[in-house]
């Protein structure tokens, strides 16, 4: 049987097959170079590599809207803590903390804090393997991988500063404790209160990199959705994570149906 061969051009920007008669990539609409036979598309496997990394990435979504989900849970006892506890039974004349009603609201804390460090760890080492596998395409997704790192360096600090912070309260609350007293553990306290702290910045920096790698994986595609996913990841992280979730399946599709087009 006589076979014709298809002219296509691969788009250099995000691998793309198109018709030869194209200018611009049906894509990311970025210019084509000159044509090209069909013997010289592109692998199916490396694209497949590049949309597993793609799915990968989505799905961390659900982990994220889960931890989400812990932290808003969360938030009423950690204001409960902060004003209703030491406030109200916080005796200025004998410097006093009633141990008990801070007890009381630790075991919540506790709990949501060790799920969301869990979530954290798993979410992020799925992100990165996903970064990891699309940076085998791209050294753009470079960023990614990074960010993932510096997460879990923010990670590692944090978890012992709120081991210690929540120890050192655990072991002040069984009965009404004088500030007085701990005064000589007041280093501890404010140690782990810093790791904390220093933990949080380092991976909020992280966090960014990570959301501006997602919304470079939008522009490069030139889909508004992921786009908007990966700034509303960062603002709103709820919202952000459902768009994605859809959002980069969508994107997938629009990919591989490009390519099964001209295959």
Not at 167 to 188: M, P, R
Not at 194 to 209: F, R
Not at 254 to 260: F, M, R, Y
């Amino acid at each position: 049987m006589h076979s014709t061969k298809l002219m296509v051009r691969e788009c250099k920007r995000c691998g793309a097959i198109n018709e030869d008669v194209l200018e611009n990539c049906v894509i990311c609409a970025a210019i084509l170079p000159r044509s090209v036979t069909a013997e010289s598309r592109i692998r199916i496997d490396r694209r497949g590599i590049f949309t597993r990394g793609m799915d990968f990435l989505r799905y961390a979504m659900p982990l994220i809207i889960i931890e989400e989900i812990l932290y808003i849970v969360a938030s009423p006892f950690q204001v409960n803590l902060l004003f209703n506890t030491f406030q109200p039974y916080y005796n200025p004349t004998t410097v006093t903390i009633d141990g008990p009603k801070l007890a009381s609201q630790m075991p919540m804390l506790e709990y949501t804090l060790i799920g969301m460090i869990i979530i954290s760890i798993v979410s992020f080492i799925i992100m990165n393997h996903g970064f990891s596998m699309m940076r085998i395409i791209d050294s753009e997704y470079r960023t990614g991988v990074t960010a993932t790192y510096i997460l879990f360096v923010g990670l590692v600090l944090l978890i012992p500063g709120a081991i210690i912070t929540l120890g050192f309260l655990n072991s002040y609350s069984a009965t009404q404790f004088s500030l007085a007293y701990i005064s000589g553990h007041y280093l501890t306290l404010m140690g782990g209160l810093a790791l904390v702290i220093l933990g949080g910045l380092i991976g909020l920096v992280g966090y960014i990199m990570a959301c501006l790698t997602i919304y470079k994986l939008g522009a490069r595609f030139n889909y508004g959705p992921v786009k908007i996913g990966a700034v509303l990841l960062f603002l709103i992280s709820f919202l952000g994570a459902i768009i994605l979730l859809f959002s980069l399946r969508t994107l997938k599709a629009k990919i591989l149906g490009v390519k099964e087009e001209f295959s």
